[in-house]
């Protein structure tokens, strides 16, 4: 069996967690932490990098930052992405505006942004599906024209970029994930990126807990105090300690993962000139990190007997987010704005690919075949 999934792993793990126990260091920001932060900041550019519990938490964390955002406020996002986007900003009151996405990255469609400000609207969340990024110049100059926040949904994106810029640096802030399923991974956990020098201050007072013990622990003054609200992101260093024996080899475990994308992708192209499928479209000026590989159906009915296929020949593939805009919750919190032209439509259509770190060449190439036996 093809597993759809394999969580990514390095060896120097155990030493450094090991020496994590032996050394009784465990908590909060200790010395792994920190390697990653810097790691994260150097890797990106970004003012500053804090390691959080999740990349919910790093979104909670972001729209706690932003205190203008409350009750029957508006935040502009995607209906197809993951529920944190929307939780994040709901917890403070909000109202999710939902608009369409662009059929082929599966993003926002950034030319129907500006139709969905109204007064109400106070922030744009980006998602940058499958780690392929939004078309952010335009959102920067709506949120500019607006003055709006912007907090980029990267949960998928370490590693990719946007006209040279990383993803997650572009807007006031960005989230990324660390979960299994996720690129490189501490099980569970995140990061919020600070893109402002200025914010830097009250992310890590709301990180501990509304306290100034950051500043406290960095000497820099002799006790720490409540001084606003806040909540714990604080994730052990001995999660942080898995996740940095990934990030020194990150370079090689993005390089594997291409290598299987672009392998998925010229076998699959002549699929998608005979019509049966669409591939994935990286538009130009994006470079991104083979978070996911996808192809899109004919329609639903197609996708079920595909995904049935697969598994038959022992190929687990995997559909995804059920629009946020049909499910409960985002019937009870959110609004659609405009019409569902693509939303429903191409997530009903797509199926997800294997894609891991230990992915060969020879397991992409039966999944290929399979594929094509599939549609002869
Ligand atoms: C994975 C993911 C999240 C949530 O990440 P966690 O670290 O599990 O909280 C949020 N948004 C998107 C788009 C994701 O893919």
Redesign the pocket.
């Known amino acids: 069996m093809i597993k759809f999934n394999v969580p990514p792993y390095a060896e120097k793990a155990y030493d450094y967690i090991r020496e994590c126990v032996e050394n009784q260091k465990i908590c909060g920001d200790g010395a792994y932490t920190r390697k990653c932060n810097e790691w994260i900041e150097k890797k990106t550019g970004t003012a500053k990098c804090l390691l959080t519990t ?4 790093a ?1 909670e964390l972001a729209a706690l930052l932003l205190p203008e955002i409350g009750p029957g406020d508006e935040v502009i996002m995607p209906s197809f ?2 529920v ?2 929307a939780d994040a900003f709901v917890l403070r009151g909000a109202v999710p505006v939902f608009v369409d996405i662009r059929p082929d990255t599966m993003n926002i469609d950034e030319k129907l942004i500006e139709a969905a400000v109204t007064e109400r609207t106070k922030a744009i969340v980006p ?1 940058h ?1 499958a780690g392929v990024s939004c078309e952010m110049d335009k959102i920067m100059e709506i949120a500019d024209k607006y003055h709006l926040a912007v907090i980029e ?1 990267a ?2 994106g370490i590693m990719s970029s946007y006209k040279g810029r990383a993803l997650g640096t572009i807007g006031n802030f960005g ?1 990324f ?3 299994e ?2 690129n490189y991974s501490m099980g ?3 990061a919020l990126l600070i893109r402002d020098e200025k914010d830097v201050e009250e992310a890590e007072i709301i990180r501990e807990k509304g306290t100034n013990r950051s500043k406290y622990y960095r000497g820099q003054i002799d006790k720490y105090t409540w001084i606003n609200y806040g909540s714990s992101y604080l994730p052990s260093d001995m999660n942080a300690a898995y996740l940095y024996a990934q990030l020194e080899m990150a370079e090689e475990i993005n390089d594997a993962r291409l290598r299987c994308w672009n392998r998925y992708y010229e076998n699959l192209k002549p699929l998608a000139e005979a019509g049966k499928i669409d591939l994935p479209t990286v538009p130009e000026g994006c470079v991104h990190n083979a978070h996911m590989f996808y192809i899109k159906a004919a329609d639903l009915k197609e996708r079920t007997e595909l995904i049935a296929y697969l598994k038959d020949k022992d190929v687990m593939s995997v559909f995804h987010y059920i629009p946020l805009h049909t499910a409960p919750a985002g019937l009870k919190f959110g609004r659609f704005h405009g019409e569902d032209r693509y939303t429903t439509r191409e997530s009903e259509r797509l199926a997800r690919l294997p894609m891991y770190f230990g992915l060969t060449e020879e397991q992409v190439d039966y999944i290929c075949d399979v594929l094509k036996r599939f549609y002869e």
């Open positions: 999740s990349c919910t938490h979104t992405t993951f944190s986007t998602v599906y949904d949960a998928q989230c994930s660390f979960h399923t996720k569970e956990g995140g």
